[in-house]
């Protein structure tokens, strides 16, 4: 069973940054599609960013130019820059990893952000 696990949460003040990490000792995230997702309080579940294993990313469209996604292939993690947060940011962030070819996909149980003055 193979599980991720993020760190980084925290809260912080509208236009305050964090950056989240995941990591999984059992896989490498280089051979998967690996994101980023959250569920805003209020608001449905929603993908935040994604990155192929050919290095393509998509971003949500409110998060563009503020939220920067990396893989680092040498430690084995992904990472979430997030900058000038807002209070329609906060929610609990969730890291997948996922292998579209044989459907196979993993998850990290989630980690609170707080955008609040």
């Known amino acids: 069973q193979v599980q991720l696990v993020e760190s980084g949460g925290g809260a912080v003040k509208p236009g305050g940054s964090l950056r989240l990490s995941c990591t999984a000792p059992?896989?490498?995230?280089?051979?998967?599609?690996m994101g980023w997702y959250r569920r805003p309080t209020g608001r449905a579940r929603e993908s935040v960013a994604n990155?192929?294993?050919?290095?393509?990313?998509t971003y949500l469209d409110s998060v563009m130019g503020r939220f920067t996604i990396y893989r680092d292939d040498g430690k084995n993690t992904l990472d979430l820059e997030m900058k000038n947060l807002q209070p329609w940011d906060a929610g609990v962030y969730f890291c997948?990893?996922?292998?579209?070819?044989?459907?196979?996909?993993?998850w990290g149980h989630g980690i609170q952000v707080v955008v609040s003055s």
């Open positions: 990155l192929t294993s050919d290095n393509l990313i």
């Open positions: 059992e896989i490498t995230f280089k051979f998967y599609t």
């Open positions: 997948g990893a996922h292998r579209t070819r044989t459907g196979r996909e993993y």
